[in-house]
T-cell receptor, first 112, second 115 residues
Framework: QKEVEQNSGPLSVPEGAIASLNCTYS??????FFWYRQYSGKSPELIMS????GDKEDGRFTAQLNKASQYVSLLIRDSQPSDSATYLC????????????FGQGTTLQVKP | NAGVMQNPRHLVRRRGQEARLRCSPM?????VYWYRQLPEEGLKFMVY????????ESGMPKERFSAEFPKEGPSILRIQQVVRGDSAAYFC?????????????FGPGTRLTVL
């Protein structure tokens, strides 16, 4: 099993819909998780971090963490064409040097 | 600009040459991470440095790659005798020292092309 796993997509949703991006992780990844957005040819941009079980909301974005299921997700409400990008899920290693383990990324396409 | 800075943004080298990539962390940050993104692949950790110390280099290839973060000046990732397989985007990220802050902020990256 990969340490952080994402479905590469593409995930296609119509404008205004909710986009749901999912990520699973192994025991070797610690309990801090991050969602980054990466536009083609650009660098990763932090969207949200989540450390505790449950939901964390920031504007149109909600991150959800379920430690029992080793599952973290990102919901994007009212999706816009400008949300079209690759979304990277990352977790910290339990050894706590702070290095991040990234999933392959999920490509999101929001169609007008 | 208080963000993470990297230069050059694009670097072209011929096989066998050396590549030097520079990273200046955000103001107040003393933790620097280097990641590599090969074409159509995810980001892979390479090395973690603090000032004058390499903390974790478990992701660095054993040969030709080295990194430093001197007391003064930027962090440098050095690739000797580059090969075509080194062509990738190299990203630097920095993190602050506040307890409980794990968030890393990425620079714009250096895109290395080996001819």
């Amino acid at each position: 099993q990969k340490e952080v796993e994402q479905n590469s997509g593409p995930l296609s949703v119509p404008e205004g819909a909710i986009a749901s991006l999912n990520c699973t992780y192994s025991d070797r990844v610690s309990q801090s998780f991050f969602w980054y957005r990466q536009y083609s040819g650009k660098s990763p941009e932090l969207i949200m971090s989540i450390y505790s079980n449950g939901d964390k909301e920031d504007g149109r974005f909600t991150a959800q963490l379920n430690k029992a299921s080793q599952y973290v997700s990102l919901l994007i409400r009212d999706s816009q064409p400008s949300d079209s990008a690759t979304y990277l899920c990352a977790g910290g290693r339990a050894s706590n040097t702070g290095k991040l383990i990234f999933g392959q990324g999920t490509t999101l396409q929001v169609k007008p | 600009n208080a963000g993470v800075m990297q230069n050059p943004r694009h670097l072209v080298r011929r096989r066998g040459q050396e590549a030097r990539l520079r990273c200046s962390p955000m103001k107040g940050h003393s933790h620097v991470y280097w990641y590599r993104q090969l074409p159509e692949e995810g980001l892979k950790f390479m090395v973690y440095l603090q000032k004058e110390n390499i903390i974790d280099e478990s992701g660095m290839p054993k040969e030709r790659f080295s990194a430093e973060f001197p007391k003064e000046g930027p962090s440098i990732l050095r690739i000797q005798q580059v090969v075509r397989g080194d062509s990738a985007a190299y990203f630097c990220a920095s993190k602050g020292t506040t307890v409980g802050t794990d968030t890393q902020y990425f620079g714009p990256g250096t895109r290395l092309t080996v001819l």
